[in-house]
């Protein structure tokens, strides 16, 4: 079993910054793809970002540029260093792991305002 957990969403006005955490523990054998998606209510849940156990990373283009991604493979934990958030930005930030199967955590709110 494999448990995922992020941490560090919040309130934060528009061209703040915020830092997500999300730490995977559990049966996690070799290298895996971990990263972030985020939904607003009503909306399906979107690719932000991901980064292999290699450090090979991926972005969509609405963050990037803004969105940092990176991992600590020792601690099996990832985070999401978001710069210049803007309103659109808003969601709930669900974390996940994927080798073989996806391990979603319960997600983290962000609320940019104005």
């Known amino acids: 079993q494999v448990q995922v957990v992020e941490s560090g969403g919040g309130l934060v006005q528009a061209g703040g910054s915020l830092r997500l955490s999300c730490s995977a523990s559990?049966?996690?054998?070799?290298?895996?793809?971990m990263g972030w998606h985020r939904q607003v209510p009503g909306k399906q849940r979107d690719f932000v970002a991901s980064?292999?156990?290699?450090?090979?990373?991926d972005y969509a283009d609405s963050v990037r540029g803004r969105f940092t991604i990176s991992r600590d493979n020792a601690k099996n934990t990832v985070y999401l260093e978001m710069n210049n958030l803007q309103r659109e930005d808003t969601g709930v930030y669900y974390c996940y792991l994927f080798r073989g199967s996806t391990w979603w955590g319960q997600g983290t709110q962000v609320t940019v305002s104005s």
């Open positions: 559990g049966k996690i054998l070799g290298i895996n793809r």
């Open positions: 980064i292999t156990g290699g450090g090979a990373t």
